[in-house]
């Protein structure tokens, strides 16, 4: 009589993979998740952030807020915002990391009474350019000299480089996350131009660091706008046209219409200088965008392919610059090719 099988089991014996297979088989995996998820990977991790444009006009909300508080008033202010450590000053304001209701919270004061116009100015254009692209304001009382906003702990554009180069931000240092900062911004110098209350333009620009100066890094890595104390209002249909200050600009970081045109044998007169419009903004977005595309893998082959709308950008004649959604129409279309190009390179690879 036969032997039965012991185990019982019928059918073709079992083999086993040999080590080599498996890891081939592994890779391969591998490679199809990576291939599969190109998409994800190229595309910057921004975490989408309810915006302040969702609350009604005199209200606010941040963070994880459900509901819109109204804006704090004076009592408010004075009772429930402890205020901390100095974080930043300009020329109009000095600014406080605060507390307020556990929260950090920035409570800017007026420096001199000097600036109280502007200060007051930068106060009505906060409140009535509430949107993503504005610092949120949480608050203000007159009497004193206060606004509150919301806090950003990782500060002005002036200190971008730092923060990137921090190793928790490796991750965010690219090519593709700069130039959606660029976007950033040139999406805030269109909604300036394009504002509720008409053409504005950022006068607090006559240098770089000073530009920089004036927009917030948020923790999801946009930008906004902060300082609005100097915005003045172009209209063409009344003929009114702006000058940034009283005083003679110098250097080639303003627009050439912002210079005092006639000689250095002239001396500046105020009344003599000639108005401009907003393309001075236009002239500063090469300047601001090469700042903010940095020297990382891939920055030179952006500028490269910013070439020309900068150089248009940089036309002496204000006329011929374009506007800011043409330079953020580039910007988008330049992004999109680029990372087209880098994850077909990349599934080539694969
Ligand atoms: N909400 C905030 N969160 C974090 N830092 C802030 C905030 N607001 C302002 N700061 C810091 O304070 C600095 C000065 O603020 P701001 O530009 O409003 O002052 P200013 O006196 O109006 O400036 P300027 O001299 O340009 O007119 C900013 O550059 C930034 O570093
Ligand atoms: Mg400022």
């Known amino acids: 009589m036969e032997k039965k099988p012991q185990d019982g089991r019928k059918g073709a014996p079992h083999r086993e993979v040999p080590p080599v297979v498996g890891l081939l088989l592994a890779m391969a995996l591998m490679n199809l998740l990576l291939y599969l998820c190109l998409d994800w990977l190229f595309i910057s991790p921004r975490r989408a952030a309810p915006g302040p444009g969702h609350c009604p006009y005199g209200s606010f909300r941040m963070g994880q807020m459900k509901t819109c508080s109204p804006w704090l008033s004076c009592q408010e202010l004075r009772t429930e915002v402890r205020q901390l450590k100095r974080v930043g000053e300009g020329a109009v304001k000095r600014v406080f990391l605060s507390e307020w209701k556990e929260r950090k919270v ?24 509430q949107s993503k692209h504005v610092v949120t304001l949480l608050g203000f009382c007159e009497d004193d000299n206060t606004i509150l906003t919301e806090y950003h702990p990782l500060g002005s554009l002036s200190s971008l480089e730092e923060t990137l180069n921090l190793s928790r931000y490796q991750h965010v240092n690219t090519w593709q996350q700069r130039l959606q900062l660029a976007m950033d911004y040139v999406s805030i110098i269109n909604y300036l131009h394009h504002s509720p209350l008409g053409t504005l333009v950022m006068c607090d620009s006559n240098d770089l660091p000073k530009t920089l100066s004036q927009y917030l890094l948020t923790s999801n890595f946009s930008i906004v706008v902060n300082d609005l104390d100097a915005l003045p209002l172009v209209n063409r249909s009344t003929g ?33 200088m000639p108005s401009y ?45 374009p506007t800011a959604q043409d330079v953020l129409d580039t910007y988008r279309k330049v992004l999109n090719s680029l990372r087209d190009t880098v994850m077909s390179q990349t599934r080539e690879m694969l």
């Not at 009283?246 to 219409?257: I, K, N, Q, S, T």
């Not at 977005?285 to 490269?304: A, K, N, W, Y």
């Open 277 to 321: 419009d907003e393309k001075t903004d236009i002239w500063k977005i090469p300047d601001v965008s090469s700042f903010l595309l940095g020297q990382v893998e891939g920055s030179d082959m952006v500028r490269f392919h910013l070439f020309d709308i900068h150089k248009a950008c940089k036309s002496q004649a204000p006329a011929e610059r």
């Open 106 to 129: 920035a409570l800017s004061r007026l420096t001199g009474l000097e600036m109280k116009d502007d200060f007051l100015h930068g106060l009505q254009m906060l409140k009535s350019l």
């Open 240 to 272: 009114t046209f702006v000058k940034c200050g009283h005083r003679e600009l110098h250097g080639d970081f303003v627009a050439p219409e912002q210079l005092w045109p006639y000689g250095e044998d002239t001396p500046f007169q105020d009344h003599l």
